[in-house]
Each structure stands twice: as C-alpha cells, then as structure tokens.
C-alpha cells in the first residue's frame, strides 16, 4: 500500500555489493522530486544515509551511494558488512499529497 | 547537533485519546515544521501531517482530518500529536522528524513512540 515500491528483503554475503530500488511515479520520482534513503535498526530513529538522489551526510560511509532514473531511484551497498544489516526505505515528495513525503515500504537487507 | 526525544509507550482503550510529545534540542525550534509519521506493525510509513513551531500552523493527511491535532509549546521547544477516538487501526510506532528545508528531507528523526490500542 505504499505510494513508493521498495523490494520486502535483499540478501548478500559479506563484501558483496547489494541495490535496494525505490519504484515510484509521475506525480513524484518521476516528476523530479528528489529521493533519500535511511538505515533503521529495530526500535531506533531511522538515519539519513543519502539525501538528494546521491548525497551522503557527513559521516556516511563512500560504501553507500544513490542513483536515480527516470520513475526509480537505487541505493547501493557495497563490500557488504555484517553491521549494514537493518532496514531501509526511500523517501520523496508527492504533488498529489500536497507535496508532503510519501515512503516505500522499506527493504529489509540481511547479511548471509 | 539537532535531536528530538519522543514521549513514552503508551497503552490506550478504543475510543481513547492520546498525546505524544516531541521535545527539540540543539537547533532553532520555530525554524523548522515538524512533521509526524506513523508506521504500524508490518506496514511502511505514513505521513500523518506537519505543524510550523513558528505560528502554529497546521496541516493535517485527509485520512485522519477531525481526530489529530498538532500543538507546540515554543517555550518549552516541543511539538505535540494528540489523536482521538483510538481504534485498533492506530496501533503503530509514531514518529515526530524536523523538515530539514535546506536538504529537502526529514533530519533528525525522534526514536519512535509505540501507541498500542486494545481492549
């Protein structure tokens, strides 16, 4: 039921590289609202790993980037450690919501 | 740096109401809007609506429009989410998140409130 797809799980082993894709639409990815990505662990505050599309804050390791294209949006991840594994969800902003945030349902990525 | 501290778990009977509170430290609380966020079990997030610390000003997602209020109190640098008549339906983890303007994103987010409706 989210406005944004996001895959439920992805899986690698450590050192891998893994993407999380972020499938939206006309009325925000593809109408050029920008996409961010967060890490959440359970019951924690979710953090910001990439902001505008393919910006890291400050602290966020180069291991993380983003991308975007056309309707989608991609988070990779690589040499996977054992520590990436958590949540993640994309986020945007959606002229049909008044422009406020709409989110995928979050991928859950598991380290083998 | 910016940080927001959510109140406590809480358990509510339907038809209830409830207050969770968002307290603002280490920016300009009437700078930012504050938006509020739910996700219950199983489910993404869902948008809830935003408050501007600086006037009040409130908008709020037509899903919840006539039950959820946003109130601050500036002196005290905090936001407030009140929802009523409570049903099973708004089981969920609320979350409060300043609108960070500049980087066009929610920056920080609080640490989550489980609000838990049963009978």
């Known amino acids: 039921q989210s406005v944004l797809t996001q895959p439920p799980s992805v899986s690698g082993a450590p050192g891998q590289r893994v993407t999380i894709s972020c499938t939206g639409s006309?009325?925000?990815?593809?109408?050029?609202?920008?996409v961010h990505w967060y890490q959440q662990f359970p019951g924690t505050a979710p953090k910001l790993l990439i902001y505008?599309?393919?910006n890291r804050p400050s602290g966020v390791p180069d291991r993380f980037s983003g991308s975007k294209s056309g309707n989608s949006a991609s988070l990779a991840i690589t040499g996977l450690q054992a520590e990436d594994e958590a949540d993640y969800f994309c986020?945007?902003?959606?002229?049909?919501?008044?422009?406020?945030?709409?989110f995928g349902g979050g991928t859950k990525l598991t380290v083998l | 740096q910016a940080q927001l501290v959510q109140s406590g778990a809480e358990v509510k009977k339907p038809g209830a109401s409830v207050k969770v509170s968002c307290k603002a430290s280490?920016?300009?609380?009437?700078?930012?809007?504050i938006h509020w966020m739910r996700q219950a079990p199983g489910q993404g997030l869902e948008w809830m609506g935003w408050?501007?610390?600086?006037?009040?000003?409130?908008k709020f997602s037509q899903n919840l429009q006539g039950r959820v209020t946003f109130t601050r109190d500036t002196s005290a640098t905090t936001a407030y989410m009140e929802l009523t008549r409570l049903m099973s339906d708004d089981t969920a983890v609320y979350y409060c998140?300043?609108?960070?303007?500049?980087?066009?994103?929610?920056?920080?987010w609080g640490q989550g409130t489980l609000i838990t409706v049963s009978s």
């Open positions: 986020l945007s902003f959606d002229s049909n919501m008044s422009g406020w945030g709409v």
């Open positions: 006309n009325s925000n990815i593809g109408a050029g609202s920008d």
């Open positions: 505008g599309n393919n």
């Open positions: 280490g920016y300009s609380f009437t700078s930012y809007a």
């Open positions: 408050i501007n610390p600086a006037n009040g000003n409130t």
């Open positions: 998140a300043r609108y960070d303007y500049v980087w066009g994103c929610y920056r920080p």
